[in-house]
């Protein structure tokens, strides 16, 4: 059994190593941000520690039989729930799944600091933020090897759609990839992203200014 400052020290350290990958998060403007993964990661922390010392009295009673590691294992089939509420899928878009994999992720280093495997959760944390943001420049040489395009675009509400690409695009509209349509940044705007697949940069650019001859339509700086 552990005193009580040392699992205090479990839940402040595993709150501080979840910031440092939701502040990652926070940064790209996503709804699970700082306090979500915080929460998530010092939740699972003490979930450890409940699962692991919460039971120390009912297992001295004579014929008693608990598996301590029950409790714990739930966490990892209950994020899945938050998980999937970071998703977000517009017809055959999906966008949120790296996010959805960092509430998984911290929780699992939730539980490992919580089981006082300090350094195993450090190690991960800093390990997923190389992930997060160090391999970012590697998917943009990927996007540009196999003809990658991407364009972020704002407009008035039902300005553009994919069958209104289709008629102004024709047969290139083929090469659209994916089409998201969100909130824009101010009131009665919206923000579209298309993503070209299979084109050189100057065909895309070719099409990305045709579409900005669109009334009202104009680009912003391209996610990545």
Do not use: N, P, T
């Given at each position: 059994?552990?005193?009580?400052?040392?699992?205090?020290?479990?839940l402040l350290l595993a709150a501080f190593l979840g910031s440092l990958i939701g502040v990652q998060r926070e940064?790209?403007?996503?709804t699970a941000g700082l306090r979500t993964h915080m929460?998530?990661?010092a939740g699972a922390c003490l979930?450890?520690?409940v699962s692991a010392f919460g039971f120390?009295?009912?297992?001295t009673m004579p014929g008693t039989q608990l598996d301590p590691s029950r409790i714990a294992a739930q966490v990892v089939s209950g994020i899945g729930f938050l998980g999937a509420g970071s998703i977000l899928m517009r017809g055959e878009v999906i966008k949120g799944l790296t996010t959805a994999a960092s509430l998984w992720a911290v929780a699992a280093i939730g539980l490992?600091?919580?089981?006082?495997?300090?350094?195993?959760g450090t190690a991960a944390t800093f390990l997923i933020l190389i992930i997060l943001i160090a391999i970012r420049p590697m998917e943009r040489l990927l996007r540009d090897i196999v003809q990658i395009q991407v364009v972020k675009l704002v407009a008035p509400p039902n300005t553009l759609s994919l069958s209104q690409l289709e008629q102004l695009l024709g047969e290139r509209?083929?090469?659209?990839r994916q089409f998201i349509v969100e909130q824009g940044p101010v009131k009665d705007t919206e923000t579209v992203t298309i993503e070209f697949r299979g084109v050189t940069r100057v065909v895309a650019d070719q099409m990305i200014k045709e579409i900005l001859g669109v009334t009202g339509v104009r680009e912003v700086l391209a996610p990545h």
């Open positions: 059994m552990i005193s009580d400052w040392e699992m205090c020290i479990r940064h790209l403007f996503w929460l998530v990661c979930v450890m520690i120390q009295q009912a297992l490992a600091v919580g089981g006082g495997l300090y350094v195993l509209s083929k090469k659209i």
